[in-house]
């Protein structure tokens, strides 16, 4: 999901000089540095999962911090699908339309949460799963299955948005 070019965002997260960062342009900074795109993006939904959560478990839904949170996580999700849409973008043409698909549905359930009709728990879980197919993966842990019963049939080497794989 590395984007090629500026990216955006989590919402009220700034810049250096205090201005407000679009998700897609933290993003892009972000991937910018050595860290590999899967590596990055395991981090991102990582950060963004436990701003969710904690917005969940405050029960304090339209504050600031639960609209934030979840403003932040579709942007994440915006950010993916521009990338995936992307001809650089070197996964599978199917695959990609997968995960834009989860990225659309991402959307519309982030508006039903805000509306009070969705559920918060349903985003969670997506980015948890798909943190299961970006998990670094090493020694006996590489040779073992995932976790979950979830867990994508296949893990493309290159991250979502593979521009740079």
Request: aromatic share 4%; proline share 5%.
């Amino acid at each position: 999901m590395a984007p090629e070019s500026g990216a955006r965002a989590p919402a009220g997260r700034t810049g250096s000089k205090g201005s407000k960062m679009s998700g897609y342009q933290a993003y892009g900074r972000v991937q910018n540095a050595t860290e590999n795109p899967r590596s990055l993006e395991y981090r991102l939904l990582g950060q963004v999962t436990a701003a969710l959560t904690k917005a969940r478990d405050s029960n304090k839904r339209g504050t600031s911090e639960f609209v934030d949170a979840m403003l932040w996580n579709k942007k994440v999700w915006d950010a993916f699908i521009v990338d995936l849409s992307s001809e650089g973008n070197k996964l599978p043409k199917e695959l990609r339309a997968q995960i834009i698909g989860i990225g659309l549905w991402v959307g519309r359930e982030t508006i039903q949460v805000l509306d009070g009709t969705g559920d918060i728990d349903s985003l969670i879980n997506v980015n948890k799963t798909i943190m299961e197919g970006l998990a670094p993966q090493t020694g006996a842990a590489a040779s073992a299955p995932p976790a979950s019963t979830a867990a994508p049939a296949s893990r493309p080497v290159a991250g979502i948005g593979s521009v740079n794989a």
